[in-house]
């Protein structure tokens, strides 16, 4: 007992298969706006012609991951996602064929159709190519639909949409391929018809100024778009809104699909160009007995329109010229074939307009055209052919039309019926008692060659006699006795077929010249000639047989394309009665009557029909190589009006489509053949482990096996194949996916059991390096305490020591001025004649052994910032509004500089094999001791200035350096630096040959650019360069024994100048002791020059010379006349104010105190302390030359001493 009547959802499922079961279940299902029903699976579709509330994202959003038609009820969209899912399961390609009569909703459905196939793909990363597939349908309909009797919205032309698919089913581009354009449409339409839609856009949705741009007037006065017995254009308000809504739709779409606003324009130009073209009137001049233009305004807007000289245009529309045997025939036409050659220029142009909008959406749609060559591509294509057509009055449009729909029904039928029931009988299968109507025989009447209906067409087209007439005798002779086949009993140019939809008659008036379509040379050249470069290339590319471009991508766009200036031509005046047609009359009757006329014989190269038939094979070739999925849309009545079922109407369509057929064997049948080893790699996981191997020769033993473990019964194992009934297949696919949605889960536990053991790993490793940190920031932290606590003891120290060197400066002082006071008092008794005993002082040694002692300098640590009593206040002075560094700053400069000259130098070197070979030098920007850029040389020359030019390798500009410390008197100086200074390499000079101790100062140099501070880094903006090239050389194995043996001569030599040096400290000792100070035993200096003695100062004295410029110390080098200085790294390091040599050897040790940076031994005595001085014996002399200075007077003078 089958299901309740109205809620059968698969009409295979009813018990009764009669028409009037079938066609009541239709029926009672649209009442209940339940439009779609299933057949197996083929979708059957009942326009409903009214908004139903079953679509968009929701309801797309449900049949998404369908698994079986069962499971929510029949709709379009479960057609696509089983679509989707079989193109990714079985990886072939998919073709959804949409068929029906004109008017049965089949362009709707093709939208449906692709808006869930991408939403099935919404992937972000092509979701703008999502958009542009599914905004693409309206373009294509705005130039490709009309208006006819029986739709408002006609598919005048067949498009199959191709989205081509990635292997992980997301949408990679798509292609679209137009058949058997309705171009004669453009220049014809029947009554109550209209042309295609884009002309009455023009004229609702442009704007005023748009429309005075493209010269049009009122639609009314324009030959292809207006209606019968001077009606309006537009029949009523909503009309008119109905079209201008289509146009900014239209505007928005040409931006999406990826149209530029030039090529838009360009576009609406030739359209308007076409309506100014098929405007222009031909009437026949009695007075000059040739054919003249009527309305010449109109020759001017199509010209202008289409970038060409009105004179040339006029030309072509009224003369042919030729050449035969060499030479030129000219021939003057008549009105009808002026007309006819206008008409024909207009068809070519439009449809050649209409191909390269399809060729470019194609190359927005499709951008890397290599994925073609791509076979893990899949496509799914979705077929929408105009319907199937029967009106008053049919033409050759019809006859093309109705044929492609023959065609298709002969698919329909071999896929369901003839194929099936063949590979029973193959297989030895029983097939049920299933009677179809197979329409070969009227396919052979329309396509056989060379006695069918197109092939005597194009025969008749050969021929320059032939007629409309003519060609009908010729059928009716030929076919006359075919059973699909009936003639006119009067002689009249029809006739009739029977086809699957009913018998059409065909008027076949003028058919011969709309199927000639050969446009004149004289017109091809003319385009070929145009200014506008659109035209000039859709009229030189070559075209197929199918009436296609043969290279679409040569016509895309470069933008290089100027839109033309559209302005009328300036042409002179005419006299009274005359015109440009008539003058060009004149001119080509006069050439005409000096050449012979001629006949042009032979057949035209391209007809419609053989565009026709072979774009009509292309097109079943594709569909024989995909897998088809059927949708067949019916008409529910002629009206176009909501819920009314003409059951009449139905039942007929239902038997010209074979439905009842359909449904019977869909029950009966086995639509699904698949071959043994198909079946068993597709269901393998089914019946046995995922390793297992199969051998062929097992093949049809583990198809049995894999039916038996499914459960699956009422099925045949044929020879080859297994032959499955349709809800079989779904039921196995069911299956295999809840095989892999367990396969998949066991996986995920697999994983997540393999990572969070890998998780715990390095869980644990992170607690034992985070334990490990622990104990070593405890272990730091110890540490740092016992450091504190040692600097504290330290600091703690150093304050007791200071204070006891403090204490001991204030105490010589005391002395000082008392040894002072008890001098004066003994030269006072002296004076007098008192007898001098020699003073003692509290520890018991007598007086003048103070005299000799050295009134020292005690340093102090950096930390301390109580000031030296014994120097003054301020260290700093001003000189002209600039601040001038004392000796201390200098020095504590002079620190810093060393610092930072090693600082740079090594980080280079931390960087030297990251280098490359070709720098040979590194240059700095300074400004004080901070950097601001830095540069790294290839070339051989490079500028350093101020100008504000980024650096490329040979110029340095140092304007576009900005500082946030920058202070104004480097911004002061940087303004001075102008065109700066030229840096060179010299490769020829040798700097190492010589002077190897200096291979660390000559690799890095401050070089100022305004003026040189006694410290480089007190110098407001400066250059520091590193010698690369320089410090390579150190690697030089001469270079490093050269510098060993240099290293060795000098430790002998400072070893021979120890010993010399202590023998003389020795002797100066013994002098200092002995006191023997007399004329005759003189007082030797350290290098044998006499001291200054009392007689000596006397004299001085009396000369009024001062005794400081006479007094000769130890420390002053110029009197070491006899003993050349040595020169060793040491010394080089205190001359270059280097912290740090890049070689080992003697260094002098140092300490840092208040006083600054002092060395613990002598420059000339190394390792010793310098030679004590008579500090009280200078100052005593001081004080006598300048008595009126004042203590701090006498303190300076000690001090710069």
């Excluded at 003028?510 to 659109?534: C, Y």
Aim: hydrophobic share 30%; net charge neutral.
């Amino acid at each position: 007992m089958g299901p309740p009547k109205g809620y059968t959802d698969d009409l295979a499922h009813l018990s009764d298969l009669d028409e009037q079961t079938i066609l009541k279940e239709l029926k009672d299902r649209y009442e209940c706006d339940m439009i779609y029903t299933y057949i197996g699976d083929i979708l059957v579709s009942v326009n409903p012609y009214k908004q139903l509330n079953i679509y968009g994202d929701v309801p797309g959003k449900k049949y998404e991951h369908i698994k079986e038609f069962k499971d929510l009820p029949p709709h379009i969209y479960a057609m696509a996602s089983k679509t989707h899912q079989s193109v990714q399961r079985t990886g072939t390609n998919q073709c959804l064929l949409v068929s029906g009569e004109s008017g049965a909703g089949k362009t709707e459905s093709s939208k449906m159709l692709v808006a869930q196939i991408v939403r099935l793909t919404n992937d972000s990363e092509f979701s703008n190519l999502h958009q542009k597939i599914v905004e693409v349908n309206p373009l294509l309909e705005a130039f490709g639909n009309a208006e006819t009797v029986m739709n408002r919205n006609s598919s005048r032309f067949g498009k199959l949409i191709e989205l081509i698919l990635s292997p992980e089913g997301d949408i990679a581009g798509a292609k679209i391929t137009e058949h058997m354009l309705e171009k004669s449409r453009v220049v014809n339409k029947m009554s109550g018809e209209r042309t295609f839609h884009i002309f009455y856009c023009l004229f609702a949705g442009l704007s005023v100024n748009e429309k005075k741009r493209y010269y049009l007037r009122r639609p009314e006065t324009y030959r292809i778009i207006e209606e019968d017995y001077g009606t309006k254009v537009f029949r009523s308000g909503g009309d008119y809104e109905d079209y201008e809504m289509r146009m900014g739709e239209l505007r928005n779409i040409f931006n999406i699909v990826g149209f530029s606003s030039q090529e838009v324009d360009l576009i609406l130009g030739l359209v308007a160009g076409i309506l100014h073209l098929c405007n222009i009137d031909f009437v026949t001049d009695p007075e000059i007995d040739q054919v003249i233009i009527v309305n010449e305004d109109e020759i001017d807007f199509a010209s202008t329109l289409l970038s060409l000289q009105p004179e040339d245009l006029a030309t072509v529309l009224l003369s042919n010229r030729a050449f035969v045997r060499g030479e030129r025939i000219v021939t003057l036409k008549t009105v009808s074939q002026a007309s006819d050659g206008r008409d024909a220029l207009a068809k070519v142009l439009y449809s050649r307009l209409f191909s390269w909008i399809v060729a470019q959406i194609n190359i927005e749609l499709d951008p890397n055209v290599d994925r073609r060559n791509n076979r893990s591509l899949r496509t799914i294509g979705i077929l929408d052919m105009a319907g199937f057509e029967n009106f008053p009055v049919n033409s050759l449009e019809q006859l093309c039309i109705n044929t492609a729909n023959e065609q298709l029904q002969n698919f329909f039928n071999e896929y369901i019926f003839a194929w099936e029931l063949r590979e029973y009988q193959g297989e030895g299968i029983k097939s049920p008692k299933v009677k179809f109507e197979n329409n070969r025989d009227v396919l052979d009447l329309l396509l056989r060659r060379p006695e069918g209906i197109f092939a005597i067409l194009e025969d008749e087209c050969r021929l320059q006699t032939s007629t409309d007439q003519s060609y009908v005798d010729k059928l009716d002779q030929c076919l006359g006795k075919h059973s699909h086949y009936k003639k006119s009993k009067a002689r009249e140019p029809v006739f009739t077929v029977s086809h699957f939809a009913g018998l059409v008659k065909y008027n076949v008036e003028g058919v011969i010249e709309k199927n000639r379509e050969t446009l004149s040379p004289n017109f091809t050249s003319l385009m070929e000639n145009s200014q506008n470069m659109l035209i000039a290339k859709m009229f030189s590319v070559q075209v197929t047989e199918s009436g296609r471009f043969d290279s679409p991508e040569s016509l895309k766009g470069d933008h290089s394309w100027s839109a033309p200036e559209w302005s009328l031509p300036n042409r002179p005046a005419f006299g009274p009665g005359d015109s440009l047609s008539r003058q060009v009359g004149r001119r080509l009757k006069e050439r005409a009557s000096r050449e012979r006329q001629q006949q042009m014989t032979g057949p035209p190269k391209n007809t419609t029909s053989a565009h026709f038939r072979m774009s009509l094979s292309e097109l079943v070739d594709k569909l024989t190589s995909s897998e088809p999925h059927f949708i067949r849309c019916l008409k529910p009545n002629t009206n176009q009006s909501p819920n009314n079922f003409d059951s009449k109407l139905i039942l007929s369509q239902l038997r010209s489509t074979g439905v009842l057929e359909t449904t019977r064997i869909r029950k009966q049948g086995f639509p699904t053949r698949l071959p043994h080893h198909v079946f068993v790699d597709r269901y393998k996981l089914l019946g046995f482990p995922a390793t297992a191997i199969i051998e062929p020769s097992f093949m049809k033993n583990a198809c049995l096996r894999i039916l038996k473990a499914t459960d699956i019964r009422d099925c045949e194992l044929g020879n080859t194949k297994v032959f499955l009934r349709y809800w079989q297949t779904d039921k196995l696919n069911l299956c295999l996916d809840v095989m892999i949605e367990e396969l998949v889960t066991l996986q995920s536990v697999i994983r997540t059991f393999v990572t969070r053991r890998r998780f715990l790993s390095i869980r644990k490793q992170h607690q034992k390096h985070q334990e490990l940190l622990t104990s070593f920031g405890e272990f730091v932290s110890r540490e740092n305490s016992k450091v504190y606590h040692m600097m504290v003891s330290s600091d703690d120290h150093d304050r007791f020591n200071y204070q006891t060197q403090l204490e001991e400066t204030e105490r010589r002082e005391a002395e000082r001025r008392e040894t002072e006071r008890r001098e004066a008092e003994r030269r006072e008794t002296e004076r007098r004649g008192a007898p001098v005993m020699p003073h003692v002082t509290n520890r018991g040694v007598p007086d003048y052994y103070h005299h000799i002692e050295e009134d020292y300098n005690w340093p102090r640590p950096d930390y301390y910032n109580e000031p030296d009593p014994r120097q003054p206040s301020s260290h700093q002075g001003h000189h002209q509004g600039r601040q001038i560094p004392d000796v201390q700053g200098q020095h504590d400069q002079k620190e810093n500089s060393g610092f930072l000259y090693q600082n740079h130098l090594n980080q280079l070197l931390q960087k030297w094999g990251e280098l490359d070979p070709d720098i040979w030098c590194k240059i700095l920007y300074m400004e004080y001791d901070r950097p601001v850029a830095k540069f790294y040389i290839l070339d051989r020359e490079v500028s350093i200035d101020m100008s504000y030019e980024e650096f490329d390798g040979e110029r340095i500009g140092l304007g576009v350096f900005r500082n946030s410390r920058r202070d104004t008197l480097s911004e002061e100086y940087r303004s001075y630096i102008g065109k700066g200074l030229m840096l060179r390499r010299d490769d020829e000079m040798m700097v190492f040959d010589e002077h190897i101790s200096l291979l660390q100062h000559q690799s890095i140099v401050g070089i100022s650019f305004i003026k040189d501070e006694k410290e480089i880094a007190a110098t407001p903006c400066w250059l520091l360069i590193i010698n690369v090239t320089a410090l390579r050389q150190l690697k030089d194995p001469n270079v490093k024994n050269q510098v060993q043996q240099k290293l060795a001569e000098m430790t002998v030599l400072q070893g021979e100048d120890e010993m010399e040096e202590e023998k003389r400290r020795k002797e100066a000792e013994t002098r200092h002791k002995t006191r023997e100070w007399s004329k005759r035993n003189l007082r030797q200096g350290v290098k044998g020059i006499d001291a200054p003695l009392r007689k000596t100062r006397l004299d001085l004295r009396q000369k009024g010379e001062k005794i400081n410029k006479h007094m000769v110390y130890s420390w002053d080098e110029q009197n070491f006349v006899g003993k050349e200085k040595l020169i060793n790294l040491s010394g080089l390091q205190d001359d270059f104010d280097e912290a740090e040599s890049m070689f080992g050897g003697p260094r002098r040790p140092t300490q840092r105190g208040a006083g600054g940076t002092f060395s613990s031994s002598s420059s000339f005595y190394p390792g010793k302390a310098p030679a004590r001085k008579n500090w009280a014996k200078i100052k005593s002399a001081i004080k006598e030359e300048q008595g009126k200075d004042d203590e701090e007077g006498i303190k300076a003078k000690m001090d710069r001493y």
